[in-house]
């Protein structure tokens, strides 16, 4: 396999592999292309220049893997190759972590504790419609050459676009302070309490250095070094699902068998809510750009569409796995028991080892091991989306391993208060978990919206825009995920809420919140025109 040098992918210009450079939309309403026009093939005009300061210092840099010569024919789309194949393994399973943070670890078990196997049917529902976003954001980064940050920037007016990334930095340091704690518990449970909460936050900080120093290797030994972590994943919480020996007719009753009652609503809610996390979807559409492919042949748009949903496909359901091991282990120890509506992830561990024992290897430390890679993978992770979000909707002049920096300290900082003041409740913890939650919640649509708009925009996308079957399904899928988490946004905020002047002040600031929604929604309403039904498939 070939690494080529760095490539820089500007904000203000098409990718490296991109033929033409793509304007904003006010450019588009002037100068409408022709039906017949295709964005994927050359323009007559020559792409802009990039700045120097530009090309040095806003960009975001990948290392692109080589997949073919580039004077192949690209016409059609070549046979399956298995060598191919593993060329594009890498950046889904980069994007399925977001399946398995610590946040979904805690999710995971609690429904396994109060709701037992009945909510394993939501689960792998839930994992089908986050794996449908994701799908949707890799082919609007492969066919563009772009990814969802820049293309927003691009696409929307400035105070929009200034809005969508202030509400992407929000879910990502969210996001931030849940994986870090999890990680700071993982070393916590590793050390035998040597190191305290804060301490374990300072320690997880540093893996944005290890970020920084895997990359400049090139982007196989990051995807290798994840691939590690994820492995670490499987064989952890495996290794507990087989030393709980869960009964496999509960199980297979679980996922298929529908049920839902007053008790597991809560919690069905929350399987949901995690399937989809904001950053995650800026960072797909970003990852995918790491493989060289050069936009001008359709057919080699395709193949690599192609091989990135195999990917993804592989990718989630091992996550769906990992999830469904953990459910178990608590279904089976906790469901039923006093002890139920107690647990999360300070004191999960030690109820693993009271319900379970010692044996050779402790199911504490085990735990202690799945979730340190847990933390430790997503964090990473989202090191890595704050590059391309703050790079995407800002493009400013700053180098790379400060705005890593900048992007790291945004949450390390609050994480730290955290783990200091809330170091002594287990209680202050559970709470704090859920405000951080429905802030993520609150950030959903501001990811998911844009992204349903834009592949489904013919102007963007050219011959690979979605049809109007898989565009009803992501809207309905967006507007189920969106429906469910207002369920939880109101539910919470009527139990939270007190006082006139805290109440006057929710609600002002929702009413914004509501007002940008509708204006998302509906801005692009009359770009919208008949399409075919389906995803396009070039003919072979």
Same mark, same amino acid.
């Given at each position: ?19 033409? #450079? ?6 588009? @309403? ?7 026009? @295709? ?15 530009? /090309? ?13 010569? #580039? ?21 889904g399973f980069l994007m399925s972590v977001a399946f398995l943070d610590p946040g979904n670890l805690e999710g995971d078990l609690q429904s396994g504790a109060i709701a037992g196997y009945s909510l394993l049917w939501l689960? !792998? ?9 994701? *799908? ?11 990814? *969802? ?10 105070? /929009? ?100 009652? /007053? ?42 569409? @192609? ?167 992501s809207w309905c899928v967006a507007g189920i995920v969106i429906a469910i988490n207002g369920y939880v946004l109101v539910d919470f905020f009527i139990s939270q809420v007190h006082g006139f002047m805290y109440g006057t002040l929710v609600c002002l600031v929702a009413a914004s919140y509501? /007002? ?9 309403? !009359? ?14």
């Open positions: 396999m070939q690494i080529n040098n760095l490539i820089l992918i500007n904000p203000m210009t098409s990718s490296p592999n991109s033929p033409t #450079s793509f304007s904003p939309r006010h450019h588009h @309403n002037h100068h409408h292309r022709h039906a017949d026009s @295709n964005p994927l093939l050359p323009s007559s005009s020559a792409p802009l220049p990039i700045p120097p300061h530009v /090309a040095h210092e806003s960009s975001i840099l990948l290392h692109s893997v080589e997949i073919e010569s #580039s004077d192949s024919p690209g016409v059609a789309v070549p046979p399956f190759s298995w060598k191919k194949l593993w060329k594009f393994t890498g950046p689960l !792998l529902w839930a994992t089908l419609m986050g794996l449908l976003i994701q *799908l949707l954001a890799l082919r609007l980064g492969v066919a563009t050459g772009r990814h *969802l940050a820049e293309i927003c920037r691009q696409e929307y007016p400035f105070w /929009a676009g200034l809005m969508l990334w202030f509400m992407a930095e929000l879910a990502l340091i969210a996001a931030d302070i849940q994986e870090v704690i999890g990680s700071a518990i993982a070393i916590k449970i590793l050390s035998n309490g040597f190191f305290p909460l804060w301490a374990g936050v300072i320690i997880t900080a540093s893996d944005c250095f290890i970020f920084l120093f895997l990359e400049n290797y090139g982007i196989r030994k990051l995807e290798a070094f994840f691939g590690v972590l994820i492995t670490s994943m499987a064989i952890s919480f495996a290794w507990m699902f087989v030393d709980a020996k869960p009964g496999g007719k509960e199980l297979l009753d679980g996922i298929l068998v529908p049920r839902l009652n /007053a008790e597991t609503i809560p919690k069905a809610v929350g399987v949901i809510g995690c399937v989809i996390t904001p950053y995650n979807v800026f960072l797909y559409s970003a990852l995918v750009q790491s493989r060289k492919i050069d936009l001008k042949k359709k057919g080699r748009v395709q193949e690599a569409l @192609n091989y990135y949903t195999i990917e993804s496909f592989v990718a989630v359901f091992i996550s769906f796995f990992i999830n469904l091991f953990v459910t178990a282990v608590f279904a089976k120890g906790f469901y039923g028991t006093p002890l139920a509506h107690n647990l999360g992830l300070v004191n999960a561990g030690d109820y693993l080892e009271r319900r379970y024992g010692g044996g050779l290897l402790p199911i504490l430390y085990i735990w202690g091991i799945g979730l340190l890679a847990a933390g430790q993978s997503s964090t990473i992770t989202g090191t890595y989306a704050g590059q391309f979000i703050m790079g995407g909707f800002l493009d400013l002049p700053i180098k790379k391993w400060l705005r890593s920096v900048i992007t790291r300290s945004c949450a390390i900082l609050p994480t730290v208060l955290v783990a200091v003041l809330f170091n002594r409740s287990e209680e202050l913890f559970d709470e704090l978990n859920e405000w951080l939650n429905v802030l993520q919640a609150l950030q959903i649509p501001f990811a998911v919206i844009p992204l349903l708009h834009l592949v489904s925009d013919e102007h963007i996308m050219g011959s690979f825009v979605v049809g109007t079957t898989i565009e009803r399904i509501t /007002a940008f929604l509708f204006y998302l929604i509906l801005r692009r309403t !009359l770009l919208i025109t008949p399409r075919f039904h389906g995803f396009h498939f070039l003919p072979q």
